[in-house]
């Protein structure tokens, strides 16, 4: 069955640390990625999204993603973490052959220590 | 982006009870709406999809019977969580789709006591 891996449950790092959270999927076709985030007590909001095109995708807030087809990643990158990056970050797929159903990670959960 | 509102944002109510949660896309119309459930401290897990004008198709191991969606227009979707149950209670997340990319809702937070 397609799966969504997302390696790191927990991250504790310092302000000004830089991030990268690590996204496996299991599907061998096409897909759309994206990165979700959800703040404490919010709704989930779209960090960035990749379609197609440059594999190096920027968002929001100075995140951006890898696409690297062989590896089937999509990491989430950022230089220098704030205090306000405390939230939780989700990796999802779909599959282009699908209902756009996405296929969530399990979730990883930032806490920038100021 | 896109924005879609929930409503209510929070309920409690009695076990036995019944529920419904709208969903709606307040800037788009949306063909294809869908409806997550998130336990504390977990992923969301899709519970169904649900298609303007056409029976909803849900996941393995959701009961249709329990969880009923109406897809009554273009931007609106409801879920109605029948004869709640303690275990029912949950974060429930929609999101409205315009083909290409899903736009979520803030969630209604379901306590059923």
């Known amino acids: 069955a397609q799966s969504v891996s997302q390696h790191n449950h927990h991250v504790i790092l310092s302000e000004a640390a830089s991030l990268e959270l690590g996204c496996n999927y299991s599907?061998?076709?096409?897909?759309?990625l994206f990165w979700y985030v959800q703040y404490p007590g919010q709704h989930l909001q779209l960090l960035l999204k990749?379609?197609?095109?440059?594999?190096l995708v920027k968002g929001i807030k100075g995140f951006e993603a890898e696409f690297i087809k062989s590896k089937f990643s999509f990491n989430l990158r950022k230089p220098s973490v704030q205090w306000s990056d405390t939230a939780e970050y989700f990796c999802a797929v779909n599959r282009m052959d699908s209902s756009y159903k996405l296929i969530f990670g399990s979730g990883t959960r930032l806490l920038v220590r100021p | 982006g896109a924005v879609v509102s929930q409503h209510p944002s929070w309920v409690i109510c009695k076990s036995g009870t019944s529920v419904k949660i709208e969903c709606r896309s307040l800037d788009f119309q949306a063909t294809t709406m869908f409806w997550y459930r998130q336990f504390p401290k977990q992923s969301l897990m899709l519970m169904a999809t649900?298609?303007?004008?056409?029976?909803?198709?849900?996941e393995q191991g959701v009961e249709k019977d329990k969880f009923l969606i109406n897809h009554a227009s273009l931007t609106l979707s409801t879920l109605t969580v029948t004869s709640a149950h303690p275990e029912d209670s949950s974060f429930y997340i929609c999101?409205?789709?315009?083909?290409?990319?899903?736009?979520f809702g803030p969630g209604t937070r379901l306590t059923v006591l």
């Open positions: 990749y379609f197609s095109g440059d594999p």
């Open positions: 649900s298609n303007e004008g056409s029976k909803a198709t849900y």
């Open positions: 999101s409205a789709s315009n083909d290409r990319e899903q736009f």
């Open positions: 599907y061998g076709g096409t897909v759309n």
